[in-house]
Nanobody, 115 residues
């Protein structure tokens, strides 16, 4: 089992920045994929970004150029740096961890972008 705890969400103005963090604990295998998903009201959960064990990153088209995913393996933490935020980025952001024994989700952190 893996537990994920997100932090860093909040209220930010259009054009502002936020950095989300997600720390994993429990039985963590070395080869795992970590990512961030988001779900806006009335919409399906969607991928924002993910990072593979070799450091390869993938970003949704909607956030390319504005978002950076990174990890600190020593801290079992994944970060999501979000810049130039827009109202369309308002959502609950979920941390995701995939490894050989399953897929795990955090409880989510709310990001609200206002004018």
């Amino acid at each position: 089992q893996v537990q994920l705890v997100e932090s860093g969400g909040g209220l930010v103005q259009i054009g502002g920045s936020l950095r989300l963090s997600c720390t994993a604990s429990g039985k963590i295998f070395k080869n795992h994929i970590m990512g961030w998903y988001r779900q806006a009201p009335g919409k399906q959960r969607e991928l924002v970004a993910l990072i593979t064990p070799d450091g390869t990153t993938h970003y949704a088209d909607a956030v390319k150029g504005r978002v950076t995913i990174s990890t600190d393996d020593a801290k079992n933490t994944v970060y999501l740096q979000m810049n130039n935020l827009d109202s369309e980025d308002t959502a609950v952001y979920y941390c995701n961890h995939q490894q050989i024994d399953g897929e795990y989700w955090g409880n989510g952190t709310q990001v609200t972008v206002s004018s």
